[in-house]
């Protein structure tokens, strides 16, 4: 039966701008809310909606209509109208109790004989002081760890970290996506190259478009459908590197680009094959190159002669990839598997893919000019081969001629959006994890919470065992630190709860809390001790950025649920009973916005100058940016001539302003190092850190097993929190995927809408706080002979589907679905380099199960391949 159209606002209607809350394009909405029961004609200017975009939720207590469309006065990221699937059924992620948006935390839990039953905040925060007091005392901060996402807005963020960082003084924290407080993209890092740099327009203004490890109409719909489809330059040519044919990838082919299907981990070979080309026939950007890139003195200056301890410092100027314009070229053309041959078989890539690639970035036209290339990377590059990959596509770029300059960038294509203003004071030197060289190295809180050093542990909406490698192996240890311990509460009583966890705690086990909107299974299903309900999008005033670091105010319009509450809120409230009021004594969101700006100073989120700017009008830092609406400012936002101006993109020397801020970031108008150039890296594929372990961790052809790697799907978002209760999306169904070659699926009797288990039963797991003394001996061999890597298994099931844009060799599994978790058969032994894990290069054997429902559901998940345009 088709569903009515929605209702339309009365004239007058409340309205708000906002954003959207899922990928980093964020693109812009706007709100009309009205009473129920309020009447009056309709509001003929509000562009039509369909029934998905409409919800009935709470404010101060009386039913409201909402609408959640593109804003139509929208003049940046998604003007016209456009929107993603996803973000065309926001108005059903808010609460309604007449569907599963129901299931919304709305009081704290505190887990009694195994069962969650609701306690007061006041009750809740106590016993949260009185083990955590009793953990800081007897056990040290480093036995006190988070466990926080980095995206969902300032507020939080901020709060979060300065609790952890500040008020506690713990190493032990890690983002939601890695195991330590690490950097994604360290190779774009250590280059000088800051991940969002480039603006949209830069995306739709480049004539050729290198997209690594990402298809951006699966990932980030918008960007591709808005900027890189049309923008400036509509005729622009694609080259995807990525081992699946998806819809993005597709239409870059029916458009004359290319398709690299490389095989996972070896895109630094593709990198620097494409790299030889176009070294050997003169085709690098010589003018750019000598202005921009640094010589290996001024890699050097200012870092003195002591031991270069931070990582950045360490990886510029050791040899084995500190580099200059010279001695690059030679590395490029000295190595034998950079030569076409050897790269094509070991990557999968055939030769003449990778020749017309480089002809594409860099061969120049008969008038001699010079095609503008941009470089975009994302999970599929850096989350394989961590440093080396992103090191190797920052020097491709580079030597092209891009990274400063308008169509002609480097950068993250992202997946989130940018929410991260962290404190100041990470004690990052408290670490016991050293890199080699004895160097500091951020704390692996995986690896802290498996060998039992973890006491008390607060998680902020994040799936920590299904986002993380080897996640059988951390639930195992969450298992066993929390639920199997004999001391559990009996008792609702704070001082008897708080009594019998730290009972626990002094038997080797761990209080875990976690602060979330809905139940996530396994983690506070089955697990938490305490359960926190979290305000979200349209519940509370929230900043934030986009993927070109747009800034914008995600205006309140709904009462949360119950008694949730921002994190924010959460964290001050414990934070003032510690006995730390003074230090976390806000009034408002506002208030927590105001206070963070002064640590965003310096960096590509500074939005310092707004805030002063609010200060001299005499206004809050939420009120000014929500008369910006949802364009909002780029940032960093600077000052000159009495106003406010936004930066399009960074890096460029063209962003010269009378300003006053300059002098305090260097971003805006050069590379982020110390001579403001940019830096050349090699990446040897033979480095051990890398090579030892990708021989280990690949299939064994005996076992019949295959690549198992992970992507996003483009109707899920993240682990299907909302999709699973948002009504339109939930009636199609959001099984887990396995998408196969048919061929392989073939020899393995398997068919489209099969149940199939995939089975690693290797799966590696980094053990114990190994310190870096030699250079070796953080490397996997060294490592597995002093015994710290233990071998485990994983598996997990999916519904297969059959798609020939899938490479041979490789299967493709959805992106943290909570009902199977592919990372559990990937392994939990990080880059030596940087300490992140490498998730997208799992294994397995795929084994039949039988036929899935969705194979006769004509209404559920589309069995369909991905490739169609």
């Not at 006041?122 to 056990?139: F, G, N, P, T």
Request: proline share 6%.
């Amino acid at each position: 039966m088709a569903e009515l159209a929605p209702p339309r606002p009365p004239k007058g209607a409340d309205q708000f701008t906002t954003a959207c809350d899922y990928c980093v394009v964020g693109c812009a909405y706007r709100v009309w809310r009205w009473p129920v029961k309020a009447g009056g004609a309709p509001d003929d200017t509000v562009p039509w909606a369909n029934p998905a975009q409409h919800n009935l939720i709470s404010w101060r207590g009386e039913a409201h209509h909402v609408l959640v469309l593109p804003d139509p006065e929208a003049h940046a990221v998604n003007p016209g109208g456009n929107h993603s699937m996803r973000g065309g059924t926001l108005a059903q992620k808010c609460h309604n109790p007449t569907n599963r948006t129901r299931e919304r935390l709305g009081t704290p839990l505190l887990r009694v004989a195994g069962q969650l039953v609701p306690v007061s905040w006041d009750a809740a925060i106590e016993i949260m002081a009185r083990v955590s007091q009793h953990v800081l005392k007897h056990h040290g901060e480093h036995a006190w760890g988070i466990k926080a996402y980095s995206y969902q807005y300032f507020e939080n963020t901020y709060a979060i970290t300065k609790l952890a960082f500040d008020a506690v003084g713990t190493p032990a924290f890690a983002p939601h996506d890695k195991c330590a407080n690490t950097n994604d993209a360290a190779g774009l890092d250590d280059a000088g190259l800051e991940a969002f740099a480039p603006s949209y327009e830069d995306w739709g203004a480049c004539e050729v478009l290198f997209c690594s490890g990402t298809d951006p109409f699966e990932t980030k719909s918008t960007l591709f459908t808005q900027w890189i489809m049309h923008g400036a330059r509509p005729d622009k040519t694609l080259i995807f590197a990525t081992p699946h044919r998806t819809m993005g990838v597709a239409w870059g082919e029916r458009a004359g680009g290319l398709w690299l299907p490389v095989l996972p981990g070896t895109d630094t070979l593709l990198h620097n094959a494409i790299a030889r080309i176009i070294v050997e026939r003169g085709w690098q950007d010589q003018a750019f190159i000598d202005r921009w890139i640094a010589q290996r003195w001024e890699v050097d200056q200012g870092l003195g002669r002591g031991t270069r301890n931070t990582p950045w410092q360490w990886r510029t100027t050791w040899g084995t990839f500190q580099s200059d314009w010279a001695d690059y070229r030679a590395f490029v053309l000295g190595r034998d598997e950079h030569r076409l041959a050897d790269a094509a078989r070991l990557t999968g890539v055939p030769a003449e893919k990778m020749l017309r690639a480089a002809q594409l970035l860099a061969a120049p036209r008969a008038d001699g000019s010079r095609p503008k290339a941009s470089f975009m990377l994302e999970k599929g590059n850096y989350w394989s081969n961590n440093y080396l990959n992103s090191a190797s596509f920052a020097a491709l770029g580079l030597i092209c001629g891009a990274g400063n300059r308008a169509g002609q960038v480097i950068g993250r294509g992202g997946g989130h959006q940018r929410g991260m203003v962290s404190a100041p004071g990470h004690p990052g030197w408290l670490s016991p994890e050293k890199y080699s060289g004895r160097r500091k190295k951020p704390l692996n809180l995986d690896r802290w919470l498996i060998d039992g050093k973890l006491r008390f542990a607060w998680v902020f909406g994040t799936t920590w065992i299904g986002a993380m490698a080897a996640s059988k192996e951390l639930e195992r240890a969450i298992a066993r630190h929390t639920v199997d311990q004999r001391e559990q509460v009996g008792d609702t009583d704070p001082a008897a709860a708080a009594a019998a966890l730290i009972a626990r705690i002094e038997a080797g086990g761990l209080m875990l809390v976690d602060s979330d909107i809905y139940p996530v299974a396994p983690l506070n299903t089955r697990y938490a001790d305490l359960v926190l309900p979290a305000a979200t999008w349209g519940e509370a005033d929230f900043t934030r950025c986009n993927g070109e670091r747009r800034l914008r105010l995600y205006q309140a319009f709904a009462d949360a649920p119950g008694e949730a509450k921002p994190d924010w809120w959460a964290v001050q409230a414990f934070a003032r009973r510690m006995g730390w009021g003074e230090r976390f004594a806000w009034t408002s969101a506002s208030a927590v916005f105001e206070e963070a700006a002064r640590h965003s100073r310096g960096g590509a989120y500074d939005y310092h100058e707004l805030v002063q700017e609010a200060r001299r009008q005499g206004t809050t830092g939420h009120a000014l940016l929500a008369r910006m609406g949802s364009d909002g400012i780029q940032t960093p936002v600077r000052r000159a001539h009495g106003r406010l101006f936004g930066t399009p993109r960074l890096h460029d020397p063209d962003n010269a302003l009378a300003d006053a801020n300059a002098w305090r970031n260097k971003l805006i108008q050069a590379f982020n190092t110390h001579s403001g150039k940019a830096v050349l890296l090699k990446s040897p594929w033979n480095f051990p850190g890398w090579s030892e372990f990708y021989e280990a961790a690949k299939p064994r052809p005996e076992k019949n097993e295959l690549w198992i790697t992970n992507g996003r799907v483009n109707e899920n978002w993240q682990s299907g929190f909302d999709d699973l209760r948002k009504p339109y999306t939930a009636a199609r169904g959001l099984p887990q995927m396995l998408f196969m070659n048919p061929e392989d699926a073939a020899a393995r009797g398997i068919a489209s809408g099969d149940r199939v288990r995939v089975v690693n039963d290797t799966v590696y797991v980094l053990t114990g706080m190994p310190v870096g003394v030699e250079s070796t001996d953080q490397h996997f061999k060294a490592l597995l002979a002093a015994g710290h890597i233990k071998v485990t298994q994983g598996d997990f099931e999916a519904v297969a589907i059959l798609d020939p844009g899938m490479r041979q060799g490789v299967a493709k599994a959805g992106f943290n679905h909570p009902a199977g978790p592919a990372n559990a058969v990937c392994h939990a032994v990080p880059d030596p380099l940087t300490n992140n894990y490498r998730y997208k290069l799992g294994r397995g054997r795929v084994e039949r199960l039988g036929v899935s429902e969705f194979v006769e559901d004509l209404q559920g998940v589309s069995l369909k391949a991905r490739g169609l345009i």
